[in-house]
Every structure is written in structure tokens, then in C-alpha cells.
Nanobody, 127 residues
Framework: QVQLVESGGGLVQAGGSLRLSCAASGRTFISYAMVWFRQAPGKEREFVAVTRWSGAGSVYYADYADSVKGRFTISRDNAKNTVYLQMNSLKPEDTAVYYC????????????????WGQGTQVTVSS
């Protein structure tokens, strides 16, 4: 059974950094797309970042929401079955519950494309 467990959320001041982790089990991790979404209070869940293996060597594709480009970096450690989201220059509007999810390639920004989800981790950015 596939399980995804997020960690690393917390309270941080604006301008600060956090690194989220998502540990996956129960699936051949390397060939699947791994994505981060977030949901702020009263808002719909939105795409944040996604990554997948290109199929060649150590080349990975990544895509980001415009709102986080240049500030967030998604990465993965296939040996640890873990995907990370490094979040720098955090803003109060980044406050949300962050979810990781897994799904078959190709990468997508659409929630319905992902079949397994973690429970979420809260990120709160104070001004």
C-alpha cells in the first residue's frame, strides 16, 4: 500500500525558510511524478511544484507555480524515497496546508492526476 508522509511544516517569519519532506513507501518511486499542492483557509487547493524522472540518467523535470518560482525548489532522493520542497523568502500568502502526492507520468498540475496523497503539513508565515 502506498503511503506518503509529510513533515517539516511550522511557523516562520516572513523572509524565512522551511524545508518540507515527503517520505513515500509502497511504490516504485523513481518512475512516478511527485507533486506539492497547498490549500490556504477558505481557498481551493492549488498546485505548487512537481518533479519526475526524465528516464535518462539523473535528469529530472520540474515545474513550478508562478507564485513560487525563484523561491521554492523541489527535489527528490530516490534512494530515500523522499521528495523535498525547499521554501525560501517565505511570504504570509504562502501560509497553507501543504500536501504531497504521487502519480504516474507525465507531470501534471491537475489534482485528479494524482492517486495517492499525504495527510498534509501546516506552514504558517507571520508578517
Amino acid at each position: 500500500q502506498v503511503q506518503l508522509v509529510e513533515s517539516g511544516g511550522g511557523l516562520v517569519q516572513a523572509g524565512g525558510s522551511l524545508r518540507l519532506s515527503c517520505a513515500a513507501s509502497g511504490r516504485t518511486f523513481i518512475s512516478y511524478a511527485m507533486v506539492w499542492f497547498r490549500q490556504a483557509p477558505g481557498k481551493e487547493r492549488e498546485f505548487v511544484a512537481v518533479t519526475r524522472w526524465s528516464g535518462a540518467g539523473s535528469v529530472y523535470y520540474a515545474d513550478y507555480a508562478d507564485s513560487v518560482k525563484g523561491r521554492f525548489t523541489i527535489s527528490r532522493d530516490n534512494a530515500k524515497n523522499t521528495v523535498y520542497l525547499q521554501m525560501n523568502s517565505l511570504k504570509p500568502e504562502d501560509t497553507a496546508v501543504y500536501y504531497c502526492a504521487s502519480g504516474p507520468p507525465p507531470i501534471s498540475t491537475i489534482q485528479a492526476k494524482y492517486d495517492y496523497w499525504g495527510q498534509g503539513t501546516q506552514v504558517t508565515v507571520s508578517s
